[in-house]
């Protein structure tokens, strides 16, 4: 059967002078995404991407793995028809049979956009329901809650029938709007705060700090597969992973206490910040939300930003718990976030940290150790993982 894949690309049509940069970007990911699945053809018409299909493509693989790739709005498995009546009549009665036969009320919508085509939208609407019910007689028309609709597509380039469409993830082809390093925990906020920012067409770098032997192999594992998962949507990335133990040790040792959980921050976002100089990021990403942790407060969000020069992106600065878990729920990473381990921020924390730390305050504490020079020399054991 000759099926193919059309995909619509929604808000990339509105780039103007970009659009070209950004559908052929949006083709590149696609491509690399269903790497492996066999050969198709792609072509472009009208704001819409068709894959054919040759020989052996999987296409309810592809099927799937489309629904994750940022630029994609929607998308269907649809059959190209003859473009006369008496084709789209009779592909329209077979293609859809099994699916007619386990519905009870069914609608048809043709849209005709080649007006060359003889029949028009309501015309055909009327034909191809009559012959539906004909053929399916335990079948009834339902125009407001059908269970199945079949859309009939008469366009320029060709027929299209096809039923459901599904969503992709929307957003942009990432590529599209430069690159930011995201700072990756195995907790359930920063996969998600990355995805956004990915979801809007940044390349992004994850950079994960490890805390060893404090923290385990295990918690390092987590993150790398958290890393995976985001990277089906993504396309192949960089994680860094940080050694952090000195850093940590040296704030315990010589800083006060209640500052110990800020003073991290600001060691994470300095380094952070030195690594994107490195591989040409011009933003950072968290998965903060105010109020959420002590960390979290306005104050410290503030004395946290005051680290660096960059901006820190943060997605999730105003959503609920239960928006994030729901949202993470949704991306497939909740699962993996909720396995136990130990992350380097739970590590020698403070009873009673401080919520409204004062930036002179921080910064004479900073001082009394040489972090520039410990940040330096921990960027040099970096490690980095290409994730795909
Ligand atoms: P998450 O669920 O993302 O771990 P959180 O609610 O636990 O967030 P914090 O522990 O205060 O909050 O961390 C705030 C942000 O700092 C995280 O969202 C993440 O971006 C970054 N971060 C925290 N710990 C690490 C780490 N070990 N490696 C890299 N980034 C981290
Ligand atoms: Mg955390």
């Given at each position: 059967m000759e099926e193919l894949l059309i995909v619509k690309y929604g808000e990339v049509v509105?780039?103007?002078n970009n659009r070209r940069e950004f559908v052929n970007t949006l083709i590149r990911n696609i491509r690399q995404v269903l790497a492996g699945?066999?050969?198709?053809r792609v072509h472009k018409a009208q704001a819409m991407l068709y894959l054919e299909p040759e020989e052996g493509f999987d296409l309810d693989e592809a099927a799937r793995r489309l629904g994750r790739v940022f630029g994609v709005h929607l998308f269907h498995r649809a059959k190209k028809v003859e473009k006369s009546l008496e084709a789209i009549r009779q592909d329209t009665v077979d293609y859809f049979s099994d699916d007619l036969n386990r519905s009870k009320?069914?609608?048809?919508?043709?849209?005709?956009?080649?007006?060359?085509?003889a029949h028009r939208s309501q015309e055909l609407n009327n034909i191809l329901g009559r012959d539906v019910g004909q053929a399916f007689p335990h079948l009834r028309v339902d125009v407001h809650?059908?269970?199945i609709t079949l859309y009939v597509n008469i366009r320029k380039e060709g027929v299209y029938i096809y039923r459901n469409q599904e969503r992709g993830p929307g957003g942009l082809p990432v590529g599209t709007g430069g690159r930011a390093t995201a700072l990756l925990s195995g907790g359930i906020d920063s996969p998600l705060a990355a995805w956004l920012i990915a979801?809007?067409?940044v390349a992004i770098n994850a950079l994960h700090f490890h805390s060893y032997p404090y923290t385990s192999e295990r918690s390092r594992k987590k993150v790398e597969q958290l890393a995976r998962i985001l990277a089906r949507y993504t396309g192949a990335f960089?994680?860094?992973?940080?050694p952090f133990t000195e850093i940590q040790e040296a704030i315990a040792d010589y800083c006060p206490k209640e500052q110990l959980t800020i003073l991290m921050r600001r060691m994470m976002m300095k380094s952070a910040e030195k690594l994107a100089a490195q591989n040409?990021?011009?933003?950072?990403v968290t998965g903060e939300s105010i109020g959420q942790v002590a960390s979290q407060t306005m104050e410290s969000l503030s004395v946290t930003d005051a680290a660096v020069n960059l901006p820190v992106f943060r997605p999730l600065i105003?959503?609920?718990?239960?928006?994030?878990?729901r949202y993470a729920r949704h991306i497939g990473t909740y699962e993996t976030s909720i396995q136990p381990h130990s992350d380097c921020c739970t590590l020698f924390v403070p009873k009673h940290p401080q919520t409204k730390p004062k930036l002179h305050h921080i910064e004479a504490s900073e001082k009394r150790v040489d972090f520039d020079g410990l940040i330096d020399k921990a960027l040099e054991k970096l490690e980095v993982e290409e994730v795909n």
């Amino acid at each position: 059967m000759e099926e193919l894949l059309i995909v619509k690309y929604g808000e990339v049509v509105l780039k103007g002078n970009n659009r070209r940069e950004f559908v052929n970007t949006l083709i590149r990911n696609i491509r690399q995404v269903l790497a492996g699945l066999g050969r198709y053809r792609v072509h472009k018409a009208q704001a819409m991407l068709y894959l054919e299909p040759e020989e052996g493509f999987d296409l309810d693989e592809a099927a799937r793995r489309l629904g994750r790739v940022f630029g994609v709005h929607l998308f269907h498995r649809a059959k190209k028809v003859e473009k006369s009546l008496e084709a789209i009549r009779q592909d329209t009665v077979d293609y859809f049979s099994d699916d007619l036969n386990r519905s009870k009320t069914f609608k048809i919508e043709a849209r005709r956009s080649d007006k060359q085509f003889a029949h028009r939208s309501q015309e055909l609407n009327n034909i191809l329901g009559r012959d539906v019910g004909q053929a399916f007689p335990h079948l009834r028309v339902d125009v407001h809650h059908p269970d199945i609709t079949l859309y009939v597509n008469i366009r320029k380039e060709g027929v299209y029938i096809y039923r459901n469409q599904e969503r992709g993830p929307g957003g942009l082809p990432v590529g599209t709007g430069g690159r930011a390093t995201a700072l990756l925990s195995g907790g359930i906020d920063s996969p998600l705060a990355a995805w956004l920012i990915a979801r809007r067409g940044v390349a992004i770098n994850a950079l994960h700090f490890h805390s060893y032997p404090y923290t385990s192999e295990r918690s390092r594992k987590k993150v790398e597969q958290l890393a995976r998962i985001l990277a089906r949507y993504t396309g192949a990335f960089r994680l860094y992973v940080f050694p952090f133990t000195e850093i940590q040790e040296a704030i315990a040792d010589y800083c006060p206490k209640e500052q110990l959980t800020i003073l991290m921050r600001r060691m994470m976002m300095k380094s952070a910040e030195k690594l994107a100089a490195q591989n040409q990021s011009q933003a950072l990403v968290t998965g903060e939300s105010i109020g959420q942790v002590a960390s979290q407060t306005m104050e410290s969000l503030s004395v946290t930003d005051a680290a660096v020069n960059l901006p820190v992106f943060r997605p999730l600065i105003g959503m609920d718990k239960e928006e994030i878990i729901r949202y993470a729920r949704h991306i497939g990473t909740y699962e993996t976030s909720i396995q136990p381990h130990s992350d380097c921020c739970t590590l020698f924390v403070p009873k009673h940290p401080q919520t409204k730390p004062k930036l002179h305050h921080i910064e004479a504490s900073e001082k009394r150790v040489d972090f520039d020079g410990l940040i330096d020399k921990a960027l040099e054991k970096l490690e980095v993982e290409e994730v795909n």
